[in-house]
């Protein structure tokens, strides 16, 4: 079905219960009652939080009922404190069991829990689904992926220790230099990538052997559920704890303790800064950090619309626009602003609209039921100083379901010009000089990504060397993406802070840190000792296959 619906025929996208697929349906919903703590699953038996569904099912007398999917515990900041204390006891000071383990143990490890984690893959896929309104094709990606990337990481592990497991002899120095942890680890992940990117900091946090405080997601709480007891049964006690509860309850006592050495989170700026100045001593606080964004495209005169018109479609809307990496801003030249508007309208009528199960569906629901609201506030903004919605239907939306907007001509009087609208409106501004593309960019609070589009190599050249130092990666006649995981991820301004990627996270969880001793014949002695006899966990020099 075309995507420019009426109200009514939006409402009838949403399923009666005998139409959604026996491969699909919620067979009875999930109540977890149970927090993992200190390597013990305990019983919560204090108040919990029903889980809606984005997706909604039409009753009999017509009516839209948003699907229970089950629901979780909400703890305190006393629940909070036990996981801390649990963890600091792990950790130890650096003399618990996990962070003074070798590191072929720690990968043995986290074999063992990706062995489990893969066990509950149809469960979690389908949770995925049900919790954020993700198409099952790309809840499926989302957990291979994961699964992927754990072993991308531990293949770095490997490679990044074996390269550490010789000696140096500098000035009459004998050193041998590898990567240490640094302590406890808050990990908060964000909604629209649940499990693959809280574990794109968590796994990395994990082997390299920091102890784990993990608050998932306000979205996509439930599918952590099947994996408790991997988590438990994977790990030493202590090692990896939960903590839920309202997050502006229970997560800044828990900074103001001093006892978070790193926060990572993916998430807001605002929320951000807000923890960091909470730990009484911000100079041992390392933050890893992926924020807030405003990508956007600059399509040249002579770029090839037909192949920019597919890019950034996908750019823009891929999960309804719900992601960090999507263009939130298509800079057009005026010169072919119109043919570039008619056919962006024409791929918009082609999307499918519908439910996450169905095949080759494109917009789904949205989870964040006050969404819809938002982003008819941006429209009727945009309306009020001189835009307009381009193609048919645009901006409608019934429930949890929204028609995408392209916006047209967006200016700097407009919340679009400036907010992250995170979902499904794309905001298109006109330039008539290269130079009003790159002031866009330049002016801009943050410095993620940008996609340029144009077939001439001394003007893409010309945008590209300023561009590099204003966002981290610039992508030429594509959209803006954070894969392959092999490749940086970061950005500039309020986007980012530290890097991540496969190698680059493993560094940013842990410190270098040397043993170093005088060239000396006692010295080394003493050294092949402790090599030959297998004594200790850091100085050694095995090969790990």
Request: include cysteine; charge should be negative.
């Amino acid at each position: 079905m075309a995507i420019s619906l009426q109200p009514n025929e939006l409402a009838a996208k949403f399923p009666t219960l005998d139409e959604i697929p026996a491969a699909y349906r919620i067979s009875a919903p999930l109540h977890q009652r149970e927090i993992l703590i200190n390597g013990e699953l305990r019983h919560w038996g204090g108040p919990v939080r029903t889980v809606r569904s984005p997706v909604h099912v039409r009753t009999r007398d017509g009516a839209l009922e948003a699907v229970e999917v089950g629901s979780y515990p909400v703890t305190t900041a006393t629940e909070s404190d036990q996981a801390l204390d649990a963890a600091s006891k792990a950790y130890a000071s650096g003399t618990g069991e996990w962070p003074t383990m070798g590191v072929d143990r720690r990968i043995s490890h986290v074999q063992d829990f990706t062995r489990r984690l893969i066990e509950k893959r149809e469960q979690i896929v389908n949770l995925i689904m049900w919790e954020i309104g993700k198409s099952a094709a790309d809840s499926a990606k989302e957990f291979d992926r994961t699964v992927e990337y754990i072993r991308q990481t531990i293949d770095a592990l490997k490679e990044l220790d074996n390269n550490n497991s010789r000696f140096q002899i500098v000035e009459g120095t004998i050193a041998q230099i590898r990567r240490a942890p640094l302590g406890v680890v808050l990990c908060m992940g964000p909604y629209n990538y649940p499990l693959n990117e809280t574990f794109t900091t968590l796994i990395p946090a994990l082997i390299m052997g920091n102890v784990i405080l993990f608050k998932p997601p306000k979205f996509g709480t439930l599918l952590f559920a099947p994996i408790l007891e991997a988590f438990r049964d994977s790990f030493p006690a202590g090692v990896v704890n939960t903590v839920y509860g309202p997050g502006e309850e229970v997560v800044p006592p828990l900074m103001e303790s001093g006892q978070v050495n790193v926060l990572a989170l993916i998430g807001s700026s605002r929320v951000a800064d807000k923890l960091k100045k909470l730990h009484p001593k911000t100079n041992r606080l390392r933050a890893v950090l992926g924020l807030d964004a405003k990508n956007a495209a600059i399509i040249l005169p002579d770029a090839d619309l037909d192949l920019t018109v597919k890019e950034c479609v996908l750019g823009a809307l891929s999960f309804n626009g719900q992601r960090c990496t999507a263009l939130k801003t298509i800079l057009v030249h005026r010169s072919v602003a119109d043919a570039f508007l008619a056919k962006f309208c024409a791929a918009l009528e082609g999307l499918q609209i519908g439910m996450p199960w169905e095949k080759g569906v494109a917009i789904t629901p949205l989870p964040d039921a006050g969404k819809p609201g938002y982003l008819s506030e941006c429209i009727d903004d945009a309306k009020k100083h001189g835009a307009e919605v381009r193609n048919i239907g645009g901006g409608e939306y019934c429930a949890s379901l929204y028609v995408p907007a392209l916006v047209y001509p967006v200016n700097e009087r407009m919340r679009l010009y400036r907010e992250e609208q995170f979902g499904p409106i794309v905001p298109v501004v006109p330039f008539d000089n290269i130079e009003d593309a790159l002031s866009y960019v330049e002016s801009s609070d943050y410095g993620q990504q940008v996609s340029i589009f144009g077939t001439d190599a001394e003007t893409i050249a010309t945008l590209v060397d300023p561009l590099v130092n204003q966002v981290c990666r610039v992508n030429i006649n594509c959209q803006c993406q954070r894969g392959p995981d092999v490749f940086p991820f970061t950005g500039r301004k309020d986007s980012a802070e530290g890097t991540l990627s496969v190698a680059d996270a493993l560094r940013a969880f842990s410190i270098r840190t040397m043993v170093a001793a005088k060239e000396t014949p006692a010295s080394k002695a003493l050294l092949d000792d402790i090599v030959l006899g297998h004594k200790s966990a850091f100085i050694n020099t095995r090969y790990i296959f």
